[in-house]
C-alpha cells in the first residue's frame, strides 16, 4: 500500500504563489506518472498537470502559471505563481501504479482578497 501525503496549502492573495508537495512512502514517484487534480465546491474533479516519461502537460487554465516536477524518487511538487481566485480548490496528487491508482488526502488551497 502506498501512501501520500499533500501538503503546502492555505490562504493566499490573488497574484500570490504557492508550492505542494506530494509526498509519497515509497520511490514510486520514480517509476509511474504522477498528476495534480483539483475540485472545487460544487464542481467535478479536474485534471491540472501530469508528468510521464518526462513530459509535462497542463490544463489550459493554467498554463504559464503552474509548473509540475520531480524533486526527488518520494516527493513531488506543483508551483503555482501568479494565483487567481478560480484556482481555490483541494489539490489532489495522484498516482497510477501498474496495479492500482492512489490518491492523496488532498490540501486546500484559498485564493482570496
Known amino acids: 500500500q502506498v501512501q501520500l501525503v499533500e501538503s503546502g496549502g492555505g490562504l493566499v492573495q490573488p497574484g500570490g504563489s504557492l508550492r505542494l508537495s506530494c509526498a509519497a512512502s515509497?520511490?514510486?514517484?520514480?517509476?509511474?506518472?504522477v498528476n495534480w487534480y483539483r475540485q472545487a465546491p460544487g464542481k467535478e474533479r479536474e485534471l491540472v498537470a501530469s508528468m510521464s516519461n518526462g513530459n509535462a502537460n497542463y490544463a489550459d487554465s493554467v498554463k504559464g502559471r503552474f509548473t509540475i516536477s520531480r524533486d526527488n524518487a518520494k516527493t513531488a511538487a506543483l508551483q503555482m505563481n501568479s494565483l487567481k481566485p478560480e484556482d481555490t480548490a483541494v489539490y489532489f496528487c495522484?498516482?497510477?501504479?501498474?496495479?492500482?491508482?492512489?490518491w492523496g488526502q488532498g490540501t486546500q488551497v484559498t485564493v482570496s482578497s
Open positions: 515509497t520511490s514510486i514517484l520514480s517509476i509511474v506518472p
Open positions: 495522484n498516482v497510477r501504479a501498474p496495479s492500482r491508482n492512489y
